[in-house]
């Protein structure tokens, strides 16, 4: 099975940004949809950005969009999201998840095989 390991989170001010990392080891397919996910504490886990295998197509909630990036290094068998602009509203727990697949992102939490241990981002204001 794939492992995946999130980090980079922390605590910031209204404004600033952080750089969120998730590494995939184990066994690793190459070819695989990796995306963000996020839940604050009383509140649904809910998608923030997706992107494809081979880093061609990015997908952002609403909520995110214009604020966040996406991106990866299959190399390195790593993905990033980028946050600027951080909001009280994007305190939350922020998760990574991959599925193999070559396709679309998908949102659906239930439709990813494996899921980081998660990330505190705490945005003060």
């Known amino acids: 099975q794939v492992r995946l390991v999130d980090s980079g989170g922390g605590l910031v001010q209204a404004g600033g940004s952080l750089r969120l990392s998730c590494a995939a080891s184990?066994?690793?397919?190459?070819?695989?949809?990796m995306g963000w996910f996020r839940q604050a504490p009383g509140k649904e886990r809910e998608f923030v950005a997706g992107?494809?295998?081979?880093?061609?197509?990015?997908v952002y909630a609403d909520s995110v969009k214009g604020r966040f990036t996406l991106s990866r290094d299959n190399a390195k068998n790593t993905v990033y999201l980028q946050m600027n602009s951080l909001k009280p509203e994007d305190t939350a727990v922020y998760y990574c998840?991959?599925?193999?697949?070559?396709?679309?992102?998908?949102?659906?939490?239930?439709?990813?095989?494996?899921w980081g241990q998660g990330t505190q981002v705490t945005v003060s204001s």
């Open positions: 184990g066994r690793t397919f190459g070819a695989y949809v």
């Open positions: 998840a991959a599925k193999p697949w070559i396709g679309v992102v998908v949102t659906t939490i239930g439709w990813y095989d494996y």
């Open positions: 992107i494809t295998w081979n880093g061609g197509s990015t």
